[in-house]
Structure formats: structure tokens, C-alpha cells
């Protein structure tokens, strides 16, 4: 007796839904993305109970007639895809022709359907993939497909569905995530009859961007678009100082569809690199267009992962266009504070809202020194004159310069700054017309010297590498090994001597002389694992920096130093000259702010 037999389909479209509808999430994605491709603008989805007992999907699309109706509901159907060719050049959000007969397979299922020049809508029923009807019935034109009782015949699976909020924020995360890339269709979701949103079709992507990101975010958004030739493509990011603890902030779309993929994310994080703290991810939205045939989307059944022709040109592009945007957006933007008025000239009039924002850009402020002396109180009515105090010395005072109104960046950058003092001898306190502002001295001095280094390296000459008394060997696995046998000549060209020791293990036997008390092997180890994990051939300077990072945070000014106003106005004008002037090469900021209206809240000064 055969021991091998051929499954029947209705255990076969089991199966496929086992691999394409993980949650009723998955259900909701697919019949959204047939409703895009059927062409519609509007689009509604329905839940009851979290998806457990409702999901309805109607949009105005084509729709189809009586026999693409049948035809749409047998696995493997589809008016995608017809020759090899378009398997590889998919340009469509659906293609593979399983996600209807999956879905139908567990559940009670109806679809009703109706092209724009049909005079009747076909209605289809099924229970677990089998047809129980086939009628004509009224309908506008376009598509509706209801899913009922969903997993009700694979128990097992409908057992490790979440609570109904579980699974029906997993909905909203899913329809938010296409509404993002779709900005000229109109969503609206509702669950148990009531509207959770609704997101009309918007005039430009960034209404439809803030909408689901928040009004709030949208002023930290920076704009930039790229374009080398191979992919295109525009997004936003927020400022590094808006950060999100997941990735849950990251929306990335590659030819409309929403994806989940590796190198993409890498590029976004390194465009940030330098900026973020472990644990912080960047707030972005990223649209990226190639041609369809340098896309492979037949990676998975769910269709979130994808894999590129050329991930390196899509990897290199996108990061120097969000290090472009990054650098733009974390730029201090300051006016300087306002030198004080002549002797014996009066402000204007202010409102009691801006009184103190004049005080605090019109009086000259001491560098250093005791805070003024209080005014004496005026003597009573024949009192005897109070005696005099000794004449104090005058505390010395930081000369503000007049403003240069053809040096813009000048003007509004740390130089510009009126120092006040220390805090803690840790904190230099600033002002700004805008308010008061904290500088961290070590991470702005780490700033400092961590980019001199990097100019130092790239401009180095003659004596390149620092031979070591006694090599160090460096033991990796078998595919790390192979990576790393592939870069030594690259690796050589920027001191790092290299050579096989037999099996997996290499010997170090020189280093760059600026890298030669960092720990090599941790910096080989990293090197070679971060491709193994990204497919990407690994940045090599960028790993070198990391050594520097440690050197800059070693040879940094520290907190709890104190430092004389000589020593703190350098420190600002060398801090204006810095890529990123904002981050320690760790992430850190390098200052804070509190605005005036901020400070006049916290003070009650206003409503």
C-alpha cells in the first residue's frame, strides 16, 4: 500500500492559510491590498469581537463578474501574474493567487462583487472552502468580501488568538501601515460598530503622515529625496532627539508596498548614526521606488520581507540622503540674546507675557561670579544713614559681539550663546533669546575631539601602521572567517596587517598607531558579524570610528571639572565647527533647552 498521497485541497488550503493568515491582522492586509490593486479610493473594513467573529472589507474597485468571481476562490488564481517573467518584475501588492481560497478555507466566507458595467453583483458563500451558494444580488460596483467566524474549523489555531484588544490593535497597526503609503485612498476602520478611524484621502503624503504619526511630531519632520539613477525615492525623519523605544516609529515602503527588511532599516539607522543611544530608534517614513524586476517580493508567504538585485547602491543611497536630512533637522537654531540697552534707555512697553522673555534678552548677564547684591531697602524717616559697604570688584563679564546678519549659522550657533556659568561644574548654563540652555562640557568636548580624530585619520601619511611586539590571533566561526578573508586587503589599505593563522583563526600583526591600545579582536569580531548579519559588505571606517568613539570619551575634558571663561568660549566656537554638533559620539545630547514660555508656565507667569 503507497505510503504517499496526494493531499486533498481542502486540507491543502488549510495549509496555506497556516502559512499566510497567522491572525485575523493577516486577513484584514490581504483583502486591503486586493481592494488596492483592484484600483479603488475607498476602502472600508468592519470588525466584530477583534476579527474573531467579523472582518468585512468592501471598497469601490473594478470589481469582478460572475466567472473571475468562481475563478478568484481556486488556489493558485490570479489575474496578476501569467508567464515566468512577471514572477520576477511583480508589480502588484497580491499576486500569489492563495490569500482568498486560505482565508475561505477557515472560515464562513462570502464575497459579492460587481464590475462598474454590470447590471447585478455575483454573491459567493462558502463554510471551510466549500461553495454553499451562488447568486445574483444588488450592489454598487466594486467588492465585498465578508469573513466570518474566522479559525472556526482549526481550533487549534483559533486557541492561540490574543484578547480581542490584542488583536484588534494589531488590525489598526496593520490598516495604519498601508494608509501611510496610500495617501490618496480613504480608509475608515470600525470595530463593534463604531469608528476607530477614518482617514480621508489626503492632498500631500505629509498630511496623511502627520495624521497617523501625530499632528505634534510633525514639526520635528525633515523632509529629503534621493535619486542615484537605480532607486528613487523621498521619506521623513524626525530629529534624533525624538526617539521611540521599538521600531514601531519606522515606516518603510518599497514600490507601495510596506515592508519589514534589514538593509533598509540598517541604511535609516546609519543614516543616524552617531546620534542614537542603544535602545533609542529613529522616528521615519521612507518611500523608495526601483525597478520592479530589482525587487524580488516572493520571499514570503505574508509578503513583508523582500530581498534587493543591488542591496548595496539602495543601502548607500538612503543613508546619505537621512544623514543629509539628520544633520538639517539637529542643527541648533538660536538667536543670540540681545546686547543690553544705552544707559538710560527705557523698552518699550511689554505685556506681562513677554516681560520676563525681555529682561532675559536685554540685561547683561556676568560671566562668573556671586549673583548681584539685593538693592538697599530705602532708609525710614529719620533713621540714621545706613553705613557704607566696601566697593565690590566687578565681576567679569563676557562682551557679546554685535551680530553678523551675513553669518546666519554663526548667529544662531553655540558661539553665539551667552555663558552664564556652570552647574555642578558638569553643566555649562547659556543663554539664547529663546531661553536657557544646558551643555553637557564632556559630551560636547568628546563631540569635539572624536571629529578631530576622524580628521587626523583621514588625512594621515607616511608611517600608516604600528607593527605589534607579539600578533594577536583572532579565532571566528567558519562564515565570519570567510568575510574576513575577503576584506584583508581592505583592511590593509588602512593599517590593519591580517594574515591567516590556519583553520579560522587570523594573527594581527599591525594596527593603525592611533588604534593601537583598543582591543583589535573585539573590533575584528564586530566587523565580521555585523555582515554576516546584514548580507551588507561592512563599513570599514565605520567600525574604525567606534575604536575612536572609546579614544574621544578617554581624552574628553570630564563632569565635575571646572573650566574658566576662557576655556568655555573655545569649546562653543569648536563646537559649531562639528558634523553633529548635537550628539556625543555615543548618541547623548549634548545640550537641552527649556524655552521662556516654558519657564514662565513652570512659574505660573502664564495660563
Given at each position: ?6 493531499l ?7 495549509i496555506?492559510?497556516g ?13 486591503v491590498e486586493n481592494?488596492?490593486?483592484?484600483g ?8 466584530a469581537q ?10 469601490d ?5 460572475h466567472?473571475?468571481?468562481l475563478?478568484?476562490?481556486?488556489r493558485y ?5 501569467f508567464?515566468?517573467q512577471?514572477?520576477?518584475a ?12 486560505s482565508?475561505a ?7 459579492v ?7 447585478t ?6 463554510e471551510?472552502?466549500?461553495i454553499?451558494?451562488?447568486a445574483?444580488?444588488?450592489?454598487p460596483?466594486?467588492t ?13 489555531r483559533?486557541?492561540?488568538l ?14 495604519a501601515?498601508?494608509a ?6 480613504q480608509f ?9 478611524k ?27 529625496k534621493f ?13 534624533a532627539r ?17 515592508v ?6 540598517h ?8 546620534r542614537?543611544?542603544?535602545g533609542?530608534?529613529p522616528?521615519?517614513?521612507?518611500f ?19 530581498r534587493?538585485?543591488e542591496?548595496?547602491?539602495v ?8 544623514a543629509?536630512?539628520?544633520q ?15 544707559a ?21 548677564r ?11 531697602a530705602a532708609p525710614?524717616p ?6 557704607q559697604?566696601?566697593a565690590?570688584s566687578?565681576?567679569?563679564t563676557?562682551?557679546?559681539a ?5 553669518d546666519?549659522w554663526?548667529?544662531r ?12 561644574n ?8 529663546e531661553?536657557?540652555?544646558l ?11 572624536f ?10 601619511s ?6 605589534l ?7 571566528l566561526?567558519f562564515r ?9 586587503p581592505?583592511l ?7 594574515e ?9 600583526k599591525?594596527?593603525?598607531?592611533m588604534?593601537?591600545?583598543g ?11 555585523k555582515m554576516a ?6 563599513d ?11 579614544i574621544?570619551?578617554h581624552?574628553?575634558i570630564?563632569a565635575?571639572?571646572a ?6 568660549q573655545?569649546l ?6 562639528c558634523?553633529n ?7 547623548r ?7 521662556v514660555?516654558?519657564i514662565?508656565?513652570s ?5
Amino acid at each position: 500500500m503507497a505510503r504517499i498521497r496526494i493531499l486533498p485541497e481542502i486540507l491543502s488550503n488549510k495549509i496555506a492559510a497556516g502559512e499566510v493568515i497567522e491572525r485575523p491582522a493577516a486577513v484584514v492586509k490581504e483583502l486591503v491590498e486586493n481592494a488596492l490593486d483592484a484600483g479603488s479610493r475607498r476602502v472600508g473594513i468592519e470588525v466584530a469581537q477583534g476579527g474573531r467573529s467579523l472582518i468585512r472589507v468592501s471598497d469601490d474597485g473594478t470589481g469582478m463578474g460572475h466567472d473571475d468571481a468562481l475563478l478568484a476562490l481556486e488556489r493558485y488564481a490570479t489575474s496578476k501574474i501569467f508567464k515566468d517573467q512577471d514572477l520576477f518584475a511583480i508589480q502588484s501588492l497580491g499576486f500569489r493567487g492563495e490569500a482568498l481560497p486560505s482565508i475561505a478555507s477557515v472560515s464562513h466566507f462570502t464575497l459579492v462583487s460587481r464590475e462598474a458595467d454590470a447590471a447585478t453583483a455575483t454573491e459567493i458563500t462558502l463554510e471551510g472552502g466549500r461553495i454553499q451558494k451562488v447568486a445574483e444580488t444588488g450592489a454598487p460596483p466594486g467588492t465585498m468580501i465578508s469573513v466570518r467566524r474566522l479559525f472556526y474549523n482549526t481550533p487549534a489555531r483559533r486557541k492561540f488568538l490574543k484578547t480581542v484588544n490584542t488583536e484588534m490593535g494589531h488590525i489598526a497597526d496593520t490598516v495604519a501601515s498601508i494608509a501611510m503609503g496610500w495617501p490618496g485612498v480613504q480608509f475608515k476602520l470600525t470595530h463593534n460598530d463604531k469608528t476607530v478611524k477614518s482617514w480621508p484621502a489626503a492632498a500631500a503624503p505629509l498630511d496623511r503622515v502627520a495624521d497617523i504619526l501625530g499632528r505634534d511630531l510633525q514639526r520635528a519632520l525633515q523632509g529629503f529625496k534621493f535619486d542615484d539613477g537605480h532607486a528613487r525615492g523621498h521619506g521623513w525623519v524626525a530629529s534624533a532627539r525624538v526617539t521611540r523605544t521599538t521600531s514601531r516609529g519606522i515606516f518603510v515602503y518599497v514600490n507601495g508596498r510596506f515592508v519589514r527588511d534589514r538593509v533598509v532599516q540598517h541604511a535609516l539607522f546609519e543614516g543616524f548614526r552617531g546620534r542614537l543611544m542603544k535602545g533609542q530608534f529613529p522616528v521615519g517614513v521612507l518611500f523608495v521606488e526601483l525597478p520592479f524586476d530589482q525587487v524580488d517580493v516572493n520571499v514570503h508567504p505574508s509578503k513583508h520581507e523582500i530581498r534587493f538585485a543591488e542591496p548595496e547602491r539602495v543601502h548607500a543611497v538612503i543613508a546619505a540622503a537621512v544623514a543629509r536630512a539628520v544633520q538639517t533637522a539637529d542643527a541648533p537654531r538660536w538667536q543670540p540674546p540681545a546686547t543690553a540697552l544705552p544707559a538710560g534707555q527705557q523698552p518699550p512697553p511689554a505685556a506681562d507675557g513677554a516681560r520676563v522673555a525681555a529682561k532675559m534678552v536685554a540685561e547683561p548677564r556676568p560671566a562668573f561670579g556671586p549673583p548681584p547684591a539685593p538693592a538697599p531697602a530705602a532708609p525710614a524717616p529719620g533713621a540714621p544713614p545706613a553705613p557704607q559697604a566696601p566697593a565690590a570688584s566687578p565681576a567679569p563679564t563676557v562682551a557679546t559681539a554685535p551680530a553678523r546678519q551675513t553669518d546666519l549659522w554663526h548667529n544662531r550657533g553655540f558661539s553665539s550663546l551667552r555663558v552664564i556659568g556652570q552647574l555642578h561644574n558638569t553643566y555649562i548654563v547659556c543663554e539664547s533669546a529663546e531661553g536657557l540652555i544646558l551643555i553637557d562640557q564632556h559630551a560636547a568636548h568628546e563631540r569635539i575631539f572624536f571629529e578631530d580624530l576622524k580628521a587626523r585619520r583621514a588625512g594621515r601619511s607616511g608611517q600608516r601602521s604600528q607593527k605589534l611586539l607579539i600578533p594577536e590571533t583572532v579565532e571566528l566561526g567558519f562564515r565570519e572567517a570567510q568575510i574576513l578573508e575577503g576584506l584583508l586587503p581592505r583592511l590593509a589599505a588602512l593599517g590593519l596587517e591580517i594574515e591567516p593563522f590556519g583553520g579560522n583563526t587570523f594573527a594581527v600583526k599591525a594596527v593603525p598607531a592611533m588604534l593601537a591600545s583598543g582591543d583589535i579582536r573585539t573590533l575584528i569580531t564586530e566587523l565580521v558579524e555585523k555582515m554576516a548579519e546584514t548580507g551588507l559588505a561592512p563599513d570599514v571606517e565605520a567600525a574604525l570610528d567606534d575604536c575612536l568613539v572609546v579614544i574621544a570619551c578617554h581624552g574628553a575634558i570630564r563632569a565635575h571639572q571646572a573650566l574658566s571663561a576662557a576655556q568655555i568660549q573655545p569649546l562653543l566656537t569648536q563646537l559649531d565647527a562639528c558634523d553633529n554638533p548635537s550628539h556625543c559620539p555615543h548618541g547623548r545630547p549634548t545640550w537641552i533647552q527649556w524655552s521662556v514660555r516654558f519657564i514662565e508656565k513652570s512659574f505660573k507667569r502664564l495660563a
